[in-house]
């Protein structure tokens, strides 16, 4: 069964450093990995997605992610954090499952910026 | 466009009361989801459907019941709710379930607490 492992329950930043959200996925074969990211009070919004090709894919607000499929990784980056990138983020995976579509979400990862 | 609306944001209910948390898309997508989250667990799909009339259970389908008669709606019912109820809950929508890697698209999240 596919699983995904967010290890930071809580991460802290200032705001203008770099930022990296880690996320380790179980998978037989290759995966649709996405990062989502959860505003207070809010549903979640789509950052990023991996299907195929270059693994280093760039999203909105300025995240991007790499896939690491020898370390079975998809972790998130920032370069810099602004004090907006608050928020809580999931890692998911997508299989083909018997012909459909199964997503499996990460228990998140909680990002506090401070001044 | 409204995307995936749910209603109502907030609810307080006693034990043994039921009551339907009302969803609605307005993307013609196929795929609709439930799904409910709880501190430190991430989002785990509750019930989900493949299109209007089909429907079946996620990974934790007891003491909720849905049905799907339109395209657009995805009620969920809670039929005697507990306090092991109390949650956020959210519907989801994809283009199609038989396609891994689509994007899911949140509403904004129903926050159910059971007295």
């Known amino acids: 069964a596919q699983s995904v492992t967010q290890p930071d329950i809580h991460i802290t930043v200032s705001e203008g450093a770099s930022l990296e959200l880690r996320c380790n996925y179980s998978?037989?074969?290759?995966?649709?990995l996405f990062w989502y990211v959860q505003s207070p009070g809010q549903g979640l919004q789509l950052l990023l997605k991996?299907?195929?090709?270059?693994?280093l894919v760039q999203g909105i607000k300025g995240f991007e992610a790499e896939f690491k499929r020898s370390q079975s990784s998809f972790n998130l980056r920032k370069p810099s954090v602004h004090w907006s990138d608050a928020a809580e983020y999931f890692c998911?995976?997508?299989?083909?499952?018997?012909?459909?579509?199964?997503?499996?979400f990460g228990t998140g990862t909680k990002l506090q910026v401070i001044p | 466009n409204a995307g995936v609306t749910q209603t109502p944001k907030f609810q307080v209910l006693k034990t043994g009361q039921s009551m339907t948390l009302q969803c609605a898309q307005d993307?013609?997508?196929?795929?609709m989801s439930w799904y409910r989250q709880d501190p430190g667990m991430g989002l785990r799909l509750i019930h989900y459907?493949?299109?209007?009339?089909?429907?079946d259970q996620g990974e934790v389908p007891n003491g909720y019941n849905v049905s799907r008669s339109t395209t657009e709606d995805f009620p969920l019912r809670l039929l005697s709710a507990a306090p092991s109820q109390t949650s956020v809950y959210f519907c989801?929508?994809?283009?199609?379930?038989?396609?891994?890697?689509?994007?899911?698209?949140f509403g904004e999240g129903s926050w159910l607490t059971v007295v």
């Open positions: 998911a995976v997508d299989s083909n499952s018997g012909g459909y579509q199964k997503v499996t």
């Open positions: 459907s493949v299109g209007a009339g089909i429907t």
């Open positions: 998978y037989g074969a290759t995966p649709y």
């Open positions: 991996y299907f195929s090709g270059d693994t």
């Open positions: 989801a929508s994809s283009y199609s379930q038989d396609t891994s890697g689509n994007t899911i698209y």
């Open positions: 993307m013609n997508h196929e795929y």
